[in-house]
C-alpha cells in the first residue's frame, strides 16, 4: 500500500532524510520511531505530499504522493493539528467532510461513529475550550472524513495523559482492524510496541533498525532500543 524508495530530502546542506526505503502491507501498522529531528515528520510529510522530495519517491495507494489524486486515499494527522477555536467538533468535522465534498447524511454517521468509538465528550462546546487529549481526539477524526484507505499520524499518542494515550493507540488497533493502512511515529517505542507490525527507527535522518520490536531488539540489543528512543 506503500513504498518509499531511495527517499531524500534536503535543505541547503542539510538531509532531513537520507535514502529511506521501506514498504507498508494493506492492513499492517507501520512505526517510524526516533528522537527529535531524526526525520519523521519530514517522512510523513512526504508521503501526505507536503512535502516534496529531493530524490527517490514515495508512493501510497498506487499513486506518486506528489499526485494531488492520492489525498483521496490518505488522512494525515499532523503533530499539531491546528483547529479552529470558535467551532465545535461537529460543526468542525461537517466543514472538512464538505471540502471533501462527502455528502452531508454519509459524513454525520461517519463523524458520529468516530466520535462516539473515541468517547469524545462535550460535541458542542467551542474547540478552543476543551482539553488537549480532546483536541486531539477531534483531529483523528478528522483524518476519517474521507474514508481513506490509508492513515498517516504523527506522534498521535503523545503528550497525551495515559488514559488518553491508550485510547488513541487502542484506536488504531481497530483501525487495523478495520483494514485500514496506518503508519504512525512515535518517541517511545513503548507506544509502538503494543500496536505496530513493524517498525523502522530512524536516527539523524536515516533507517537504523528495522523488522518487528521483539526482532529489533534481538538484533540490536537494549542499547539501541534505548539510545535512539526515550
Ligand atoms: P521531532 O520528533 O522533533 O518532530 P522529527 O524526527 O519529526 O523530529 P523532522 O521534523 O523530520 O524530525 O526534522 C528532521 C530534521 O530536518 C531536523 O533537524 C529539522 O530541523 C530539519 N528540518 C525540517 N524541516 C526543515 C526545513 N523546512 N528547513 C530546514 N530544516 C528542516
Known amino acids: 500500500m506503500i513504498e518509499v524508495a531511495g ?8 538531509s532531513a532524510v537520507v535514502d529511506s526505503t521501506f514498504a507498508v502491507e494493506e492492513g499492517e501498522v507501520f512505526g ?34 506528489t499526485e494531488p489524486a492520492m489525498r483521496h486515499h490518505l488522512g494525515f494527522l499532523p503533530e499539531e493539528s491546528p483547529l479552529y477555536e470558535e467551532m465545535t467538533a461537529t460543526s468542525y468535522l461537517r466543514f472538512f ?18 466520535l462516539d468509538r473515541l468517547d469524545l465528550d462535550h460535541r458542542d462546546r ?22 481513506p484507505d490509508v492513515l498517516v499520524y504523527d506522534e498521535p ?43 523502522v527507527i530512524m536516527n539523524e535522518g536515516r533507517i537504523v533498525a528495522r523488522g518487528t520490536v521483539d526482532e529489533i531488539r534481538e538484533r540490536h540489543g537494549e542499547t539501541t532500543y534505548h539510545v535512539y528512543t526515550d
Open 7 to 14: 527517499l531524500e530530502k534536503t535543505y541547503g546542506d542539510f
Open 32 to 65: 517510524i520511531v526516533g528522537p527529535n529531528g531524526a526525520g519523521k515528520t519530514t517522512t510523513l510529510k512526504t508521503l501526505a505530499g507536503l512535502i516534496e522530495p529531493t530524490a527517490g519517491e514515495a508512493r501510497v495507494a498506487g499513486y506518486d504522493s
Open 97 to 114: 467532510a464538505d471540502l471533501y465534498e462527502v455528502p452531508r447524511s454519509v459524513a454525520d454517521e461517519r463523524i458520529d461513529r468516530a
Open 126 to 147: 467551542r474547540l478552543g475550550d476543551v482539553s488537549k487529549g480532546m483536541k486531539r481526539k477531534v483531529a483523528i477524526a478528522r483524518s476519517l472524513v474521507n474514508d
Open 157 to 199: 499518542a503523545s503528550g497525551l495523559d495515559p488514559v488518553t494515550t491508550n485510547s488513541v493507540l487502542e484506536f488504531t488497533r481497530e483501525l487495523r482492524a478495520a483494514g485500514k493502512t496506518v503508519v504512525f511515529s512515535a518517541h517511545n517505542l513503548y507506544h509502538v510496541e503494543s500496536v505496530c507490525d513493524r517498525v
